[in-house]
């Protein structure tokens, strides 16, 4: 079956149990996020993929992944976790403009995506605060990651 992508449940299977799909073909529930999504990117491709494969083997995992992508663009250098769809509402922290901080996407309140732009190593912190799904005000966030 074919939404956006083709439709997988949560141990990847299709509509054809003995077919399975992964990377950027496949709209995937991830519950990291509570939403079904369709990813394009790299890490996703490799770790849904290897997941795919372990259930083929019988491995009977459910998908646990929260989405993450890394970028580099010229002197920027970013990771992104969990949704960063640019509809979502914004918070930029910024500790230069438009150069090195953190932008929050947030949805009624709470984090669904965070994109860390020349800041490093603070993706398990990201992948934490969005998974804690609070309600937050923007403003709070201010600082919460450095
Ligand atoms: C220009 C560009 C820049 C990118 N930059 C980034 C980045 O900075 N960071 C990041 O995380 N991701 C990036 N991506 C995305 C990332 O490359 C993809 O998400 C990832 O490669 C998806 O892997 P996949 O295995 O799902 O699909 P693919 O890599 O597309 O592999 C699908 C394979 O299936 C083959 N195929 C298609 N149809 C058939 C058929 N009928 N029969 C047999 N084989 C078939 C194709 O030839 C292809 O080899 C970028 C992509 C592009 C195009």
Redesign the pocket.
């Known amino acids: 079956m074919t939404g956006n992508g083709i439709i997988v449940n949560e141990y990847l299977q299709t509509s054809n149990p003995d077919i399975y799909g ?4 496949a709209f995937s529930p991830y519950r990291t996020l509570g939403q079904q999504m369709r ?7 490799l770790n849904l ?1 290897k997941l795919a494969g372990m259930n083929m083997a019988g491995a009977n995992e459910p998908l646990n992944y929260m989405p993450y ?4 663009l010229f002197e920027l250098g970013y990771e992104a976790v969990g949704d960063i769809n640019g509809e979502l509402e914004t918070f930029a922290d910024w500790q230069k403009e438009n150069d090195t901080g953190i932008i929050y996407y947030m949805k009624d309140g709470r984090i669904r995506g965070i994109m860390l732009c020349n800041v490093s190593e603070k993706v398990e912190e990201a992948r934490n605060l969005i998974l804690k799904n609070e309600k937050v005000k923007p403003e709070s966030l201010r600082g919460a990651i450095r």
Do not use: Q, R, Y
């Open positions: 992964a990377g950027d073909i990813v394009e990117h790299w890490d996703n491709a993929g992508f890394f970028s580099d």
